[in-house]
C-alpha cells in the first residue's frame, strides 16, 4: 500500500501472512492514539449533553434506558456498519477521507474540474480501480452528470464544504476536549476561578499544537498507551456499574426501548439526539486517516477494542443513572467508584487532550489532497516518516489551528455550547460522505443504482435525523461551523477559480507552432550552450512566457525542454511511470517536452537528482524514437510529437549513455562552458550556505555503438554538451488581474481573493525545490 515503505515482501506464503499481520497489528498499536482518542472520550460528556435542555423533565430509569438503547444502535449503524464494514472498502488506493472519494469519481467518470489532465494520465497502474464491466443505468446516470457542468461544480461545492467542516472538526476538538478535561478541576478544586481554568486550557492548547511537528509516528507511540490504559478504566468501571447497579440494562439493546423513548419524551425527545450524537464524534477520523495506516489495522482496533469497550461503559453508566438521577449532570464522574476516582481522573484528563489529535491529522491529510486537487493555496507539507507514505505535518495550518481553536475557547467558554457546534459539523460531514461514497457504488464499485439509492436513503434517513436536530441548536453555538466552513470554503473555491482562470489563459495565449517552425532551428537568435527549463502548467504546446523570453534577450539555450509538473487524480506515481517526454518541432530545433507527474499522496521532495533523471529519460527517449517511428512527428512538423512514459529506475540504469560521478572524473576542458567565473563562484558559495540541499553531480558519456545512426548520436551529444554547460530555471512571474469589464464578483474575486492568497502561500519556485541560483523569472501580467 505505501510505496516506498521500504518492505520486502518475504517469499513465503506463510512468513507473508505473518508480516502483514503483525505489520497491522503495530499499526493498530498506533491508531489508538492518532485515531480513536476522540471517539473514546465521548462518555465524559454524552449523557449530560443528552439530558440537557427540556429533557430533564424527563430524567428516569425508562429514559435512561431509551438514551442507550440509542447510543448502542447508533454506534453500531453508523461506526460499525457504514464506515468499518462498507466505506473503508472504498479507499483510493489506501487513502481516505472525501478528497479520496471525489477522487474515485473523477477517475472513472468525467466529474473533474481540474485542468491539463491527459488520456496518458488513464495509463497509469494506480489509475484503474474496481470492476471493468459497465451497468448500462448508471452509464445513463454517468452521462447526464458529465453533460452539465453545473452539476460537476455543484459536486465540487459539496466535497469542498465537507473538506471545510473535516476542518471545523480540527478546531472544535481540541476545544471541547481540553476544556471539558479541565473543567473536571473546577467541580472539585474550588479554589480554581472560570479565569484560571481557562488560561490552564490555553496552555495545554498551545502544548498540545506545539507536539504536532514531532509527527503522528512519534505522537502516537506517546499517546496510544494512554488511550489503551483510557479503555481498559472505563471498560472495567463499565462492567463494574452494571453488575453492581443494574443488570437489567442489558435488555435496553433493544430497539424496543428507542421506540418507548420517543414515546415518552416526543419533541424533546428528537432535539436530545443532539447529545446522543456526540457518542459517534471522531467516527470520520477513522476514513479521513486511513492514509496514516491500513484499513485492516483500523477494524481490528476498532471492532475488537473500541466498539465492545465502549458499549460497555455507557451501558455501566446508564445502569448507574437509572439509579442515581439526581447524578445526571456530572454521569461519568459520579459513576466512578470512589477508590479509583483519582487514578481515573488523571487518565481521563490524559485521553481528553489526545482525542483533539484523531481530528488534527486528519485535518493535516484532506489539505493535503486539496492543496494536490488544485482547491488549496500552496503549503509547506512535512512527511515524517521515512517507513509510512502518509504521515504528514502542515506548520501553516497546524498554527492556524491553534489560533482558531483558543479563539473559540475563549469565546464559548461551555462545553456545551462547543459539543452543539460540534456534532454539528461531525454529522454534516457525515451525511456528505454518504452522498459520495452512493455515487462510488455505481461509478466505482459499478452496482446498480437500486443499491446505491438503498444505501442512501437508509443512512440519509438516520443521519438526516440527527442532523435536524443538531440544526436546531445552530443559535446555541451551532453557528461556528457554519462560519468557519464558509470562510475555508472562499479560500478554496477562489483558489481552485484563480487557477483556472490563470490555466485558461495559458492555453488560449499558447505560441503558434507554425510561427516557431517559421523562424528555423536557430528561432532567429543566438542558440548558446546550456539547457533551459522553461515551468509551465500547460501540458501541451509552447507557453506565452517562451515568446516574451525571446522577443526580450536575443539568445536561448542550445537545448530547451518544457516542463509540467501536475497532478494527477491517484494517491501515487510510481518512479518508474513519472515522465512524459515528447518532441516540440523537429529535430533540429533540439526542443523536447517533459510531464512529471505526482499523486495527491507522492513527496516531491528535492532529492537533488532532477536534472540527471530528466536529461537520462530524454536521451533514452531520443533512442526509442529512432527504433520506433511512431514517436517521430516528422509526418506533421506543425504538432507536437507523441509522448512516452520514460522508465528510469536508477540513475546508472540508462541504455543509451554511461554515467559516472563527477567527482572522480575531470570535465572535458573541450566543452564550451556558459558559466563564467563569477557564476561559477556563486553557485560555490551558494552550495556552501546550503549544505541540506546537496545535488548529485553526475558526468554523462556516450558509449561506442558503431550501430548508432549518426544523427542520433549527433543530438544524444548535443544534450552531454549541454548539459555540462549548465541548466537554468525559467519561470513566470504572474500577475493575475480581471480585465476592467469584468463583473464586481469577479473583480473581487480576482484582485482582492485570488491576489492575497498567491501573495502569502509559498512560491512555485519554492514548491517545486527549484535552486535560486539557477532561477530565471519572467514577468507576466495576465487579465482574466
Given at each position: 500500500m505505501e510505496p516506498e515503505s521500504g518492505l520486502r515482501s518475504p517469499s513465503n506464503p506463510s512468513q507473508l501472512s505473518w508480516v502483514n499481520l503483525s505489520r497491522n497489528l503495530i499499526l493498530a498499536y498506533q491508531s489508538f492514539g492518532v485515531v480513536y482518542g476522540d471517539l473514546s472520550t465521548s462518555p465524559l460528556y454524552v449523557y449530560t449533553s443528552t439530558f440537557f435542555g427540556n429533557l430533564q423533565n424527563h430524567q428516569n430509569e425508562e429514559a435512561i434506558f431509551g438514551a442507550f438503547s440509542l447510543i448502542f444502535w447508533t454506534l453500531t449503524f453508523l461506526p460499525l456498519i457504514k464506515y468499518v464494514f462498507i466505506l473503508l472498502g472504498a479507499d483510493d488506493n489506501g487513502e481516505g477521507g472525501t478528497f479520496a472519494l471525489y477522487s474515485l469519481l473523477c477517475r472513472h467518470a468525467k466529474f473533474s474540474?481540474?485542468?491539463?489532465?491527459?488520456?496518458?494520465?488513464?495509463?497509469l497502474s494506480a489509475y484503474k480501480y474496481g470492476p471493468t464491466a459497465h451497468v448500462?443505468?448508471?452509464?445513463?446516470?454517468?452521462?447526464?452528470?458529465?453533460?452539465?457542468?453545473?452539476?460537476?461544480?455543484?459536486?465540487?461545492?459539496?466535497?469542498?464544504?465537507?473538506?471545510?467542516?473535516?476542518?471545523g472538526d480540527g478546531v472544535l476538538t481540541p476545544a471541547i476536549s481540553v476544556l471539558s478535561s479541565v473543567s473536571g478541576l473546577e467541580a472539585y478544586?474550588?479554589?480554581?476561578?472560570?479565569?484560571?481554568?481557562?488560561?490552564?486550557?490555553?496552555?495545554?492548547?498551545?502544548?498540545?499544537f506545539a507536539l504536532q511537528h514531532f509527527g503522528t509516528h512519534r505522537v502516537a507511540f506517546m499517546f496510544a498507551p494512554i488511550v489503551i490504559i483510557w479503555l481498559v478504566s472505563i471498560f472495567s468501571i463499565g462492567l463494574y456499574n452494571t453488575i453492581h447497579w443494574n443488570p437489567k440494562i442489558v435488555r435496553a439493546i433493544s430497539p424496543h426501548y428507542m421506540i418507548k423513548f420517543f414515546g415518552q419524551t416526543g419533541k424533546d425527545g428528537w432535539i436530545s439526539l443532539g447529545g446522543i450524537l456526540l457518542s459517534i464524534t471522531g467516527t470520520e477520523a477513522m476514513f479521513a486517516d486511513l492514509g496514516h495506516f491500513t484499513a485492516s489495522s483500523i477494524r481490528i482496533a476498532f471492532a475488537f477494542v473500541i466498539y465492545p469497550c465502549l458499549v460497555v461503559q455507557y451501558m455501566g453508566q446508564a445502569a448507574f443513572l437509572s439509579k442515581n438521577v439526581d447524578s445526571i449532570k456530572n454521569s461519568f464522574y459520579a459513576s466512578i467508584p470512589k477508590p479509583v476516582f483519582w487514578p481515573v481522573f488523571v487518565i481521563a484528563t490524559l485521553a481528553a487532550?489526545?482525542?483533539?489529535?484523531?481530528?488534527?491529522?486528519?485535518?493535516?491529510?484532506?489539505?493535503?489532497?486539496?492543496?494536490?486537487?488544485?482547491?488549496?493555496?500552496?503549503?509547506?507539507?512535512?512527511?515524517?516518516?521515512?517507513?509510512?507514505?502518509?504521515?504528514?505535518?502542515?506548520p501553516e495550518i497546524n498554527w492556524i489551528l491553534m489560533v482558531l481553536t483558543l479563539a473559540v475557547t475563549l469565546g464559548f467558554q461551555d462545553t456545551t455550547l462547543i459539543g452543539n457546534a460540534y456534532g454539528l459539523a461531525c454529522m454534516t460531514v457525515m451525511y456528505i460522505t454518504t452522498f459520495l461514497m452512493s455515487l462510488v457504488i455505481v461509478f466505482?464499485?459499478?452496482?446498480?443504482?437500486?443499491?446505491?439509492a438503498t444505501f442512501l436513503i437508509v443512512f440519509w434517513f438516520i443521519e438526516g435525523v440527527y442532523l435536524s436536530a443538531a440544526l436546531m441548536k445552530v443559535p446555541l453555538g451551532g453557528w461556528a461551523p457554519l462560519v468557519l466552513s464558509v470562510i475555508f470554503m472562499l479560500v478554496m473555491y477562489i483558489w481552485h477559480y484563480g487557477t483556472r482562470k490563470k490555466y485558461n489563459f495559458d492555453l488560449h495565449n499558447k505560441v503558434s507552432l507554425k510561427w516557431l517552425l517559421g523562424l528555423g532551428p536557430s528561432l532567429g537568435i543566438v542558440r548558446?550552450?546550456?539547457?533551459?527549463?522553461i515551468y509551465s502548467e500547460l501540458a501541451t504546446g509552447v507557453p506565452a512566457i517562451f515568446s516574451h523570453f525571446v522577443t526580450n534577450l536575443p539568445a536561448f539555450h542550445q537545448v530547451l525542454v518544457f516542463v509540467c509538473v501536475k497532478s494527477v487524480p491517484v494517491p501515487f506515481v510510481s518512479p518508474e511511470e513519472r515522465f512524459l517526454i515528447g518532441r516540440v518541432c523537429p529535430r533540429p530545433y533540439r526542443m523536447y517536452r517533459c510531464i512529471v507527474r505526482y499523486g495527491y499522496k507522492d513527496i516531491q521532495r528535492d532529492d537533488g537528482d532532477f536534472e540527471n533523471k530528466l536529461i537520462q529519460s530524454i536521451a533514452e527517449f531520443i533512442q526509442m524514437e529512432a527504433v520506433e517511428p511512431q514517436f517521430s512527428n516528422s509526418e506533421s512538423p506543425s504538432l507536437d510529437g507523441r509522448m512516452a512514459v520514460m522508465s528510469i529506475r536508477s540513475i546508472q540504469s540508462s541504455l543509451s549513455l554511461?554515467?559516472?560521478?563527477e567527482d572522480i572524473i575531470n570535465i572535458d576542458d573541450s566543452i564550451q562552458s556558459s558559466k563564467s567565473l563569477t557564476l561559477r563562484s556563486l553557485q560555490s558559495t551558494y552550495d556552501d550556505d546550503n549544505p541540506q540541499i546537496k545535488r548529485r553531480q553526475v558526468r554523462f558519456v556516450l558509449p561506442e555503438n558503431p550501430s548508432m545512426d549518426s544523427s542520433v548520436r549527433e543530438e544524444l551529444m548535443d544534450l552531454i554538451q549541454a548539459k555540462e554547460a549548465g541548466v537554468a530555471y525559467i519561470m513566470g512571474h504572474s500577475y493575475v488581474k480581471a480585465r476592467r469589464t469584468s463583473p464586481f464578483l469577479k473583480k473581487l474575486a480576482i484582485d482582492i481573493g485570488y491576489s492575497f492568497l498567491r501573495k502569502n502561500c509559498r512560491g512555485p519556485a519554492v514548491a517545486l525545490n527549484i535552486p535560486h541560483i539557477s532561477l530565471i523569472e519572467v514577468g507576466m501580467i495576465y487579465y482574466v
Open positions: 474540474l481540474l485542468p491539463n489532465q491527459q488520456a496518458a494520465d488513464e495509463e448500462t443505468s448508471s452509464s445513463a446516470l454517468k452521462r447526464f452528470l458529465e453533460k452539465h457542468k453545473t452539476l460537476r461544480t455543484a459536486l465540487l461545492v459539496v466535497v469542498l464544504f465537507g473538506a471545510c467542516m473535516v476542518i478544586e474550588t479554589k480554581l476561578t472560570k479565569g484560571e481554568v481557562l488560561l490552564l486550557a490555553c496552555v495545554i492548547l498551545v502544548g498540545l487532550i489526545v482525542g483533539s489529535q484523531a481530528v488534527i491529522t486528519a485535518t493535516f491529510s484532506i489539505v493535503k489532497q486539496c492543496h494536490a486537487l488544485g482547491c488549496f493555496p500552496r503549503v509547506k507539507v512535512v512527511h515524517t516518516s521515512k517507513h509510512i507514505y502518509g504521515q504528514i505535518y502542515i466505482v464499485w459499478q452496482r446498480s443504482v437500486l443499491l446505491a548558446v550552450p546550456g539547457i533551459g527549463l554511461i554515467v559516472t560521478d
